[in-house]
């Protein structure tokens, strides 16, 4: 059975969609895409089963592309999600949301490629408290963030803050993924500088310094 948590990567997947206006033909072909993916996952939540735990981030990663970009599906292991334009060249760009998984992220960093650049989307709830004896609670807050920085400066914010984990059940599948509940983690995001999204903006490096 899915969970309210998942249930609300779908509600959030298709509020993306719905806001996404294509500007050519290929983004036409990356919403469509999209919406096969949220069909495919609605479907599943029809008939009990587990939904895709990864749909709001490929959602929002196949979204996340220029207008002159031809790329219209999720992209393989390995290569860039996504591309930005830093003073007039093309660099690459990891679209990560909520709980992603950064492994590659520490290794691209130890491999000193700190021109390459991440967005970064946090869309978390924290549960309002249980009831005090007064009859109070801890309110229901809506953390949210979404910005683009350097990869380097991103895995800094990580380990000063401690925000990451280690998954997986077997020695040859354990990688690193954010600790999305981190308020560290959260106040250090808002405090970083980092500058807003815009698919087709030209930044400088000085955005980033």
Same mark, same amino acid.
């Given at each position: ?31 469509? !895409? ?6 495919? *996952?609605?479907?599943?939540? !029809? ?37 930005? *334009? ?12 909520? =709980? =992603? ?28 408290? !249980? ?36 998954? =997986?059940?077997?020695?040859?599948? !354990? ?17 970083? =500088? ?16």
């Amino acid at each position: 059975m899915n969970s309210k948590r998942t249930l609300e990567l779908i509600r959030k997947s298709i509020e993306i969609v719905n806001t996404f206006e294509p500007k050519t033909k290929l983004d036409e072909k990356r919403k469509a !895409k999209a919406i096969e993916l949220l069909q495919l *996952n609605v479907a599943r939540v !029809k008939a009990n089963e587990p939904i895709d735990s990864g749909i709001y981030g490929k959602i929002k990663e196949l979204l996340s592309h220029n207008a002159k970009s031809t790329i219209i599906r999720v992209r393989a292991q390995g290569k860039s999600d996504s591309f930005i *334009n830093v003073d007039g060249k093309r660099k690459p760009l990891e679209v990560k949301t909520n =709980g =992603g998984r950064v492994e590659s992220l520490f290794t691209m960093n130890e491999k000193a490629k700190a021109t390459n650049y991440i967005r970064y989307t946090l869309d978390f709830i924290v549960k309002a408290g !249980k009831p005090r004896k007064d009859g109070t609670c801890k309110p229901e807050e809506h953390r949210y963030f979404d910005g683009v920085m350097t990869v380097k400066t991103f895995i800094e914010i990580l380990e000063s803050t401690k925000a990451y984990k280690v998954i =997986g059940h077997n020695e040859s599948d !354990k990688e690193r993924a954010i600790q999305s509940d981190s308020k560290k983690l959260y106040k250090a995001l808002l405090a970083s =500088g980092a500058v807003d999204y815009v698919a087709d903006f030209n930044y400088t490096i000085a955005d980033f310094v």
